[in-house]
Nanobody
Framework: QVQLVESGGGLVQAGGSLRLSCAAS????????MGWFRQAPGKKREFVAG????????YYADSVKGRFTIAIDAAKNTAYLQMNSLKLEDTAVYYC?????????????????WGQGTQVTVAS
C-alpha cells in the first residue's frame, strides 16, 4: 500500500516557477517508479513526466521538455516536479502517481497509486 500527497501548487505568473512535491508513505519508492500527470478543465488527463525509482531514466512530454524537471529523493520518500518558464497552457490540476513494481509509462494504467492532485494556475 502506497499513499501519495501532493503539495506546492498555486498561482504563478507566466514565466515563473513552482516546485511540486509528492510525499509517499507505505512501500515508498523502493518498488515504485513515479509519474506526474495533469488535467486541465474539459481536457483529458495527460502525461507530464516519469522517472525510475532509482532516479534514472527521466522522460518528459514534449510540451514540458526543457522546462520541467522530475526528481526523486529516496531518503525523504518524496518526488518533485520543478516547473520553470511556466506558460498559460500549463494550468491544470497536477497529479503524482506511483507504479506497483512495474516500470513507469505514459499511460495512466501503468500506475496503481494516485495523489489527490494540486492546482497550478498560470496567469498572464
Amino acid at each position: 500500500q502506497v499513499q501519495l500527497v501532493e503539495s506546492g501548487g498555486g498561482l504563478v505568473q507566466a514565466g515563473g516557477s513552482l516546485r511540486l512535491s509528492c510525499a509517499a508513505s507505505g512501500r515508498t519508492f523502493s518498488r515504485c517508479d513515479m509519474g506526474w500527470f495533469r488535467q486541465a478543465p474539459g481536457k483529458k488527463r495527460e502525461f507530464v513526466a516519469g522517472i525510475s525509482v532509482s532516479g534514472g531514466n527521466p522522460y518528459y512530454a514534449d510540451s514540458v521538455k526543457g522546462r520541467f524537471t522530475i526528481a526523486i529523493d529516496a531518503a525523504k520518500n518524496t518526488a518533485y516536479l520543478q516547473m520553470n518558464s511556466l506558460k498559460l497552457e500549463d494550468t491544470a490540476v497536477y497529479y503524482c502517481a506511483a507504479t506497483d513494481g512495474s516500470d513507469y509509462g505514459t499511460q495512466s494504467a501503468y500506475y496503481a497509486y494516485w495523489g489527490q492532485g494540486t492546482q497550478v494556475t498560470v496567469a498572464s
